[in-house]
């Protein structure tokens, strides 16, 4: 409508802000670009249109143009900004072209108006056709009911809806009927140009619309002659995941069906198609239910949907399988030491002071072996006293069995054994300063060789001695294996120290009283060695496996947790 245009473009608002690229511009190849942008940046900021005249553009500035750029507003809102380049004109031409610009913003709201009207109008129709269909308890009636407004909707002269059994289609309803023979030549037809459509997959008009795919029309063909000249829509009925049916939509050959109206028509299928096919559902019997529930859950399982998951699963199953039925030895873990089957303990034999120490803890020691010696200083003292004690009472003895005097005598013999237990006593006591081996083997505790001169009393330990060849294993069993364990049962034994070798033993005795030591709960079992080892020490520890018999390889990986689990279970009171 504007002559002498030089150069045109449409900008977006955010484009124009930030001096983006034009939406739309006319002719593609020219000049002036920066000065449009500038013109709808400035008319955009003022949010009215403007003029800008004697602009010059092109090589050294020798061409003259005029600028006009107009916000286009729906409502109060610009959706978008013309900005053009025009040869000079006078001004009121100016603001005659500015107002065609102002013209064409306003066309544009209307269009943008009457398409959401319309958008309007087919959601109200949308709304009332699924609320009808969900509104009536069968199906029948829903399908009734939808075909009767979309022959009122599109103006048709009949709508026919049909639903897939098997393989073919039989009608359910024609618009404005509330029955029909199903064995009339008109419901035939019908039904075949239903199949015609769903087994191309495919909307089919006829007469076919322009720039339409191309597909087989024979049955849409003989339909649309019977009895008169019709224009037909059939489109296929899709369902949740497959197609259901179709619907037919008939008219007069005067007016046929556009691809607005096509469109629309889809639209409305789409929608009204799963709707539909809830409704038919709801109606089967509790065979039919059940009957398609199991098909649907083979088909999760089986079906190639989440192909790599259900392999994985089906390998976890298989090895879970297997595991459940291969058989392995059961071996119960369990922490344990060594300690000598006999421990003989040295204590003090009297108050004394250290005087020699030959040896300490780890040591090995020979049967007579001296170990340590007690201060005999004092011993020796009462040793003289009583040996003088002695010598002066025999003596008195001696003279008074030259005088005879009989019971003096008696008096003084009753000192002399006196005296001669008290020196017995002492050397007694001088023996025992002396500690020795009282056999082979290795000194368990004690060291005093840091504590010479310190004082001991009667009775305090001062050496513990194990016999070499003499051993037991103790295992640490926690409470909840403890009952499986019993006397006979055989194991082997790898000790800390000497992880290259391990030893077999043979449980004695399970003593059935529980210790608590290091913040845990367990049982004292007691088993020995087949064949004891020289270079074992007391107080070694390992790790002791005792043989518990064949079971599943599955359950002794998890009897474990299901144990907990158990014991969890019924604490928490299910």
Known sequence: MITGIIRGALYLPADARHHGQALSIWPDVGEGDSLLIETAHQALLKNRGIVRSHQRYGPEKQRACELLACPLLVGETPVAVVAVMISPRSEAQQRAVLQLLQWGGLWMETLLQQQFAADQQAGTFSLSAMTAILSHSSSHAAVIETANQLADHFNCERVSVGFRRGLPIRLQAISHMASFDPRTQLVRKVEAAMEEAVDQRVTMVYPAVKNKESAVSRAHAELAEHPQGMAICTIPLRGRTSIIGAITLERSI?????????????????????????????????????????????????????????????????????FAVVEGTYQMTATA??????????????????????????????????????????????????????????????????????????????????????????????????????????????????????????????????????????????????????????????????????????????????????????????????????????????????????????????????????????????
Request: hydrophobic residues 45%; contains cysteine; aromatic residues 6%.
């Open 254 to 322: 005067d007016a046929p069906f556009n691809k607005e109206t096509i469109d629309s028509c889809l639209a409305l299928a789409n929608l009204v198609g799963p709707a539909l096919e809830l409704k038919q559902r709801e109606e089967r019997s509790s065979w039919s239910k059940g009957a398609e529930a199991i098909k649907e859950l083979a088909e999760a399982v089986f079906g190639s949907a989440y192909l790599k998951s259900k392999v994985g699963f089906l390998l976890v199953c298989l090895l879970l399988g297997l």
């Open 337 to 574: 030491r060594i300690e000598g089957a006999v421990r003989q303990v040295l204590s003090a034999p009297q108050n004394g002071y250290v005087e020699q120490a030959d040896v300490r803890a780890g040591d090995l020691v020979e049967a007579g072996q001296l170990m340590a010696v007690l201060d005999d200083r004092d011993l020796q003292l009462q040793l003289q006293k009583w040996q003088s004690e002695y010598r002066k009472t025999q003596a008195e003895y001696q003279e008074a069995l030259a005088k005879r005097e009989r019971v003096e005598l008696s008096v003084l013999r009753a000192q002399l054994d006196q005296l001669g237990a008290e020196t017995r006593l002492v050397e007694e006591q001088l023996k025992r300063t002396e500690l020795h081996a009282p056999f082979d083997g290795v000194v368990v505790s004690g060291d005093l060789s840091q504590s010479l001169g310190a004082p001991v009393e009667t009775g305090q330990v001062l050496y513990e001695i194990a016999p070499l060849e003499s051993y037991r294993v103790v295992l640490e069993v926690e409470e909840e294996n403890a009952a499986d364990l019993e006397k006979g049962k055989t194991g082997r034994l790898i000790i800390a120290a000497m992880p290259e070798k391990s030893f077999v033993f043979v449980i004695d005795q399970v003593v059935p009283v529980a210790v608590s030591q290091d913040n845990r709960n367990f049982f004292r079992v007691e088993a020995t060695l087949d064949e004891p080892d020289p270079s074992l020490r007391p107080g070694m520890r390992g790790v002791a496996k005792v043989d518990m018999g064949q079971q599943s390889l599955l359950w002794i990986w998890t009897h474990s947790i299901v144990n907990r689990i158990r014991l969890w279970l019924w604490a928490a009171g299910w």
